[in-house]
């Protein structure tokens, strides 16, 4: 019964975070992740990793995570919004766009295909 309601508050907390999204996916406000969310989250995961990393390793680690996924949230916008030049992000918008116009189900990446 936890493992269910757990399942269920997750799937409700990633369609309020990121659901619009695909409601709404040229809507520039509801693109990236919101900051302030941001920031609790990077919280969380600055604790999770305290558990395997200390002192300087655990900032190293963490500000690479949280580099990674702003590099990240800066090709997502780009791959939505910008006049792309660039004919493997041509590519890459195109296939991001059929996961968001044809089949959510498939096209995640934003960077790569896999």
Do not use: E, Q
Request: aromatic share 16%.
């Amino acid at each position: 019964m936890t493992n269910l309601m757990s399942y269920k508050l997750s799937k409700c907390i990633h369609m309020i975070l990121h659901g619009i999204h695909h409601i709404i996916p040229m809507d520039p406000d509801r693109l990236v992740f919101p900051p302030v969310l941001f920031i609790v989250m990077n919280a969380i995961v600055y604790s999770i990793f305290s558990y395997f990393f200390t002192g300087s390793c655990l900032d190293i680690v963490t500000s690479g995570a949280t580099f990674g996924y702003v590099c990240y949230d800066m090709i997502h916008y780009h791959i939505h919004h910008a006049n792309l030049l660039n004919s493997y992000f041509v590519d890459m918008k195109k296939y991001h766009h059929s996961h968001h116009y044809m089949d959510d189900s498939a096209g995640y990446g934003i960077s790569t295909k896999f």
